[in-house]
């Protein structure tokens, strides 16, 4: 299937239901989240076991998505970042952007455009080959996902609730990434597990 460059995308209903979505794998909200080992921008190998014990928030990234742009420019992700990282919180980039498509990065580009950004991830994964994206269904950029410390997928959605590519909107969206974050560092359920997840779609090598 095909998706739009700058389609929003609405995060499965199998998903929500609590059903692996049928591209997922196994991206089950309330179960263990998938396993992956990835390189890193830096050529360094990153895996989810290395975070044991740790909340792990995932973040699919794509500089020349609009959606992205948004949330850059206006510092929104860069504030989640480095607020959820100041409290001890993992925050992995993803980028599954294939490298034949026109908007892929190499990974000195990527830690270039992070620096310019003022960004403040843990590591930026760079998954060209989709294997990362796939198994968690990252359809979005942005799309994110919440990991609580005992490894369980707890959140999997959009960043907020304003699917705009207008910086502006930031201002009066609800982050639904950080609501998340507040109910997982503060030991309760996540309020809302679920969001929609809206932005351009991940440039897999079949998109």
């Not at 997982?184 to 991940?202: D, F, H, I, M, N």
Request: proline share 5%; net charge positive; with cysteine.
């Amino acid at each position: 299937m095909q998706f739009n460059d700058h389609a929003p995308w609405m995060l499965g209903l199998a998903l929500a239901t609590g059903m692996a979505h049928s591209t997922a794998a196994s991206a089950t909200i309330g179960q263990t989240a998938p396993a992956f080992s990835v390189t890193d921008a830096q050529g360094k190998a990153v895996s989810l076991a290395d975070f044991k014990g740790k909340t792990v928030v995932l973040e699919w990234v794509n500089p020349e998505c609009p959606y992205v742009r948004k949330h850059y420019d206006s510092a929104n992700m860069q504030a989640s970042q480095k607020a959820a990282t100041g409290k001890g919180v993992v925050w992995l980039s993803v980028n599954s952007t294939h490298p034949s498509h026109n908007d892929h990065k190499k990974p000195a580009e990527m830690l270039a455009w992070t620096q310019q950004q003022g960004a403040a991830p843990s590591a930026t994964l760079m998954d060209g080959e989709g294997k990362l994206g796939r198994s968690y269904g990252a359809r979005t950029t942005p799309h994110m996902y919440v990991i609580d410390a005992k490894g369980t997928l707890v959140y999997a959605g959009g960043i907020d609730d304003k699917a705009s590519a207008n910086p502006a909107d930031v201002k009066t969206a609800k982050n639904h990434v950080n609501a998340a974050l507040a109910d997982v560092l503060a030991g309760k359920p996540v309020a809302q597990p679920v969001t929609r997840a809206y932005g351009c779609s991940v440039k897999y090598g079949d998109s």
